[in-house]
């Protein structure tokens, strides 16, 4: 699946000059600074970053669950051509497309299920409110999507409370709740962080399964590049808030353009390329109360000029389906050691 072009497709989600701000006692977070990415009908992208770069805040504002202090401040996310966030309708939109047409996967599953009700209890709401089927038909759709997602003897595990439940079957059970209205794009925010590694590997595999079964679009959210690895189409980077780099997943994991995308995979293990020891990104990421002025990762980039830390550089294209941010890309042919 990655690596291919992507076809002439119509892009179903489009976000377009994000901003997100928070606004704290210690200053005003800026969260979200700039970002644009389209998702296409059918794809897989995948969202990286390290912890604090603006994944999640971005997947929450597409789903209009920014709140306060958070505020969208400017851009725009257009879902299927129209505004979720601009225009008299867009509140309007929102709560039809929320639940119906995008879903979502939350961070941690041992947390994101009430404790108090059972498992059919929370899997009927979003059916019975969404596409009004009665109790009854709502109860059999929540046992038929839990059997997709592979948890045996559904109709009595909806009788049974979330503590009842490992947490790579409440995983299960969160993915079958995003699932169940047949959504058109699945954002999966971190679907594997308090997983071990063997139950994250057949989440994985069931997200892989389920896209080429429902010709879901899905917008997957981790800073674990092993995790999008062999499953998305294009890859997105992000840090301090901004997009550093997008491109096809399999260009960018051999050619990896910009010094934070080099960095994070120079820092991750692989069994094709041996290394007497991984190679770790200097310093720490931004104070987005008070950002640079030039590009977020000047202050550990080793290829770091005056002009990077004078003047941001915007996101452009260089090559066909690849964009970068940056003064002093590492092209293809520049020495592959060190960053």
């Known amino acids: 699946m990655s690596g291919t072009e992507v076809p002439e497709r119509s892009a179903i989600l489009e976000v377009d000059q994000l901003k997100v701000n928070f606004y704290t006692r210690r200053g005003v977070v800026q969260a979200v600074r700039g970002v644009s990415f389209d ?28 709140e306060l202090p958070g505020k969208v401040i400017s851009g725009d996310i257009r879902w299927k051509g129209s505004s979720l966030v601009r225009g008299s ?44 089927l009665t109790k009854k038909a709502a109860r059999e759709r929540a046992a038929e999507m839990l059997g997709l ?27 079958a709740m995003a699932l169940s209205c047949e959504p058109d794009l699945l954002i999966a925010d971190e679907p594997t962080t308090a997983l071990d590694v063997t139950i994250q590997a057949q989440i994985l595999e069931l997200l892989a399964e389920l896209k080429s079964e429902l010709d879901l679009s899905v917008l997957l959210i981790t800073h674990d590049l092993g995790v999008v690895a062999g499953m998305c189409d294009r890859v997105a980077v992000m840090y301090g808030g901004r997009l550093a780099e997008i491109g096809s997943a399999d260009e960018l994991y051999a050619t990896p353009t910009h010094p934070y995308s080099r960095g994070l ?3 991750t293990p692989r069994l094709d390329d041996v290394r007497p020891r991984l190679v770790s990104i200097e310093g720490a990421p931004p104070d987005l109360v008070n950002p640079p002025a030039g590009c977020p990762f000047t202050p550990r980039c080793a290829r770091a000029s005056d002009r990077c830390s004078d003047e941001d550089a915007e996101l452009r294209e260089f090559a066909q389906g690849r964009s970068v941010a940056c003064w002093h890309p590492v092209m293809p042919d520049d020495e592959r050691e060190g960053m």
């Open 39 to 66: 998702v296409y009908s059918g794809e897989v992208l995948g969202l990286v970053g390290e912890s604090g770069s603006g994944k999640s805040v971005t997947s929450q504002a597409i789903m209009g669950l920014t």
């Open 89 to 132: 309708g867009s509140r309007e939109l929102m709560r039809r497309v929320r639940g119906r047409e995008i879903s979502m996967v939350f961070q941690d599953p041992m947390t994101s299920l009430n404790p108090v009700f059972t498992i059919g209890n929370q899997m009927v709401e979003a059916t019975r409110r969404h596409l009004g």
């Open 149 to 175: 997602v592979g948890i045996s003897n559904p109709r009595r595990r909806l009788d049974q409370h979330p503590g009842e439940f490992s947490g790579g079957m409440r995983q299960r059970v969160l993915i």
């Open 265 to 267: 995979l120079l820092s």
